[in-house]
């Protein structure tokens, strides 16, 4: 899929991301949804930054990049990660 934003409208990309999030909430049991949701979120984030202090640049990882970055705010919000439970078992192997 080749994803070009620069100029493009929100009627041309919407039906694009509206069909991905329907095949996402069709093919994906909801745990699994939290989990593609939440590494979708970690690979925008690294590869953001990685970008931000490496010159290199991989034309497949940026068309994710910004595919992800607009399918991310569609996909619904589901069950609530509980944080507090890592965080304490952090404290614990530190302590």
Do not use: T
Not at 31 to 51: H, I, M, P, T, W
Not at 84 to 93: G, R
């Amino acid at each position: 899929m080749v994803l070009s934003v620069r100029g493009a409208e929100h009627e041309r990309l919407d039906p694009m991301l509206d069909a991905c999030m329907a095949a996402h909430q069709e093919r994906l049991d909801e745990d699994r949804q939290v989990e593609f949701k939440s590494k979708a979120k970690a690979f925008v984030r690294s590869y953001g930054f990685l970008g931000a202090i490496l010159s290199y640049r991989h034309p497949a990882r940026e068309k994710l990049s910004r595919f992800l970055n607009f399918l991310i705010p569609k996909l619904p919000a589901l069950k609530k990660e509980d944080l507090s439970k890592d965080v304490l078992e952090a404290i614990d192997k530190d302590s």
